[in-house]
T-cell receptor, first 113, second 115 residues
Framework: NAGVTQTPKFRILKIGQSMTLQCTQDMNHNYMYWYRQDPGMGLKLIYYSVGAGITDKGEVPNGYNVSRSTTEDFPLRLELAAPSQTSVYFC????????????FGPGTRLTVT | KNQVEQSPQSLIILEGKNCTLQCNYTVSPFSNLRWYKQDTGRGPVSLTIMTFSENTKSNGRYTATLDADTKQSSLHITASQLSDSASYICVVSARFSGGYNKLIFGAGTRLAVHP
């Protein structure tokens, strides 16, 4: 199993541009999450999904959108990128069980200038 | 307000030495507490998960403790190795009605192990 994969690893965007961060997991996990990690801060939840076709907002959803058309994929869309969205983005997934174990991808480092 | 605070922010130790990282939390209603290891440029990897009833859990040279009364946890690393150099993140889960779990992440302790 590859686990959770994310693309791209790095990206530089200009203010106002749009992009999609890709996330795929091959563990057949129901739950998927998007987090951002800013320097010196804990991870913040952007959006999450409990299954295909179901998504919900986390703590910091403004400026982002998600979709979950399949169990495997959970892309994160940035519209009209702003410097405040400069961060490292992590996708995670977990099975619907009592272990609550989340598996994280390697991250995407995004810079908006 | 739900918060997780970790100390120290950073730590340097010599290879072979032991160290202890601290985590204090004000999270309610408490569900579980996790410690993650995050290598530079990588995603966090789970070390331990403890529920309310567990007060210690080990994973190799890593031992986590939990005092639910004082809302404190520690991660003890024994006989450190160069590969232990990483950030260690304490994460507390709050469980709300309807089964929704919210994770509150600490900012992490950055550990450097020197030869």
């Amino acid at each position: 199993n590859a686990g959770v994969t994310q693309t791209p690893k790095f990206r530089i965007l200009k203010i106002g541009q749009s992009m999609t961060l890709q996330c795929t997991q091959d563990m057949n996990h129901n739950y998927m999450y998007w987090y951002r990690q800013d320097p010196g801060m804990g991870l913040k939840l952007i959006y999450y999904s409990v299954g295909a076709g179901i998504t919900d907002k986390g703590e910091v959803p403004n400026g982002y959108n998600v979709s979950r058309s399949t169990t495997e994929d959970f892309p994160l869309r940035l519209e009209l990128a702003a410097p405040s969205q400069t961060s490292v983005y992590f996708c995670a997934s977990r099975q619907r069980d009592r272990s609550y174990e989340q598996y994280f991808g390697p991250g995407t480092r995004l810079t908006v200038t | 307000k739900n918060q997780v605070e970790q100390s120290p922010q950073s730590l340097i130790i010599l290879e072979g030495k032991n160290c202890t990282l601290q985590c204090n939390y004000t999270v309610s209603p408490f569900s579980n507490l996790r410690w993650y290891k995050q290598d530079t440029g990588r995603g966090p990897v789970s070390l331990t998960i403890m529920t309310f009833s567990e007060n210690t859990k080990s994973n190799g040279r890593y031992t986590a403790t939990l005092d639910a009364d004082t809302k404190q946890s520690s991660l003890h690393i024994t006989a450190s190795q160069l590969s232990d150099s990483a950030s260690y993140i304490c994460v507390v889960s709050a469980r709300f009605s309807g089964g929704y779990n919210k994770l509150i992440f600490g900012a992490g302790t950055r550990l450097a192990v020197h030869p």
